[in-house]
């Protein structure tokens, strides 16, 4: 136990030595729609390593529940959706000036998804995912990522296939934090 936590201690102090080299970011998501009276929630954090001013790589992991609400009869029935996801990616910026960065996200992710009372979902994404990073100050940037050019099978709340899409419901906006 003292070996591992000695590691630990090790790369923590070695990690914080570069500079503004890692991020940290992500984002969260509620949601009701009253019509079909399904409530909604998912968080998704983001964190990566710069490797140079263009390249970097990292990860978003992600998690979603969902809860519908119906009646049957007398009976108030609920159905709940628990998802998770992995998403590791290779990060090229081709373009940058003093405020804007344009970059693509280049990767493959890995979900599941559990509905009450049923057998669990695997699905897998690769694919290319386009993005703008505004710069706040030194160390925040405002991200976005618009869209998706790949192929999804069963994919954590999105449509299976291949193709390019560019639609509102494939929107991420979120805050990174360099350090």
């Known amino acids: 136990m003292k070996k591992i936590l000695m590691l630990v201690v090790v790369l923590m102090a070695a990690l ?3 500079a503004q080299e890692m991020y940290l970011g992500g984002g969260i998501s509620l949601w009701r729609d009253c019509d079909a009276d399904i409530n909604s929630f998912s968080i998704s954090p983001d964190f990566g390593y710069n490797l140079n001013e263009r390249w970097a790589i990292g990860a978003e992991l992600a998690y979603a529940h969902e809860g519908t609400y119906y009646d049957e009869g007398k009976d108030r029935i609920s159905s709940h959706v628990n998802s998770f ?7 090229y910026s081709f373009y940058e000036n003093k405020v804007v960065r344009l970059f693509i996200d280049m990767g493959l ?3 599941t998804s559990k509905a009450e009372h049923r057998d669990a979902v695997n699905g897998f994404e690769i694919g290319l995912k ?5 710069k ?3 160390s925040f940037s405002f991200i976005t990522k ?3 050019a790949g192929y999804r099978d069963d994919y954590f709340r999105g449509s299976d296939g291949f193709g390019v899409t560019l639609d509102g419901e494939n929107i ?3 805050i990174d934090y360099e350090f």
Request: no cysteine.
């Open 130 to 134: 386009p993005g703008l990073a505004i």
């Open 85 to 91: 996801a992995i998403a590791p990616y290779a990060r």
């Open 146 to 148: 618009v869209g998706f």
């Open 172 to 174: 991420s906006i979120g």
């Open 109 to 111: 992710g890995f979900s």
């Open 16 to 18: 914080s030595s570069y």
């Open 136 to 138: 706040l100050n030194d």
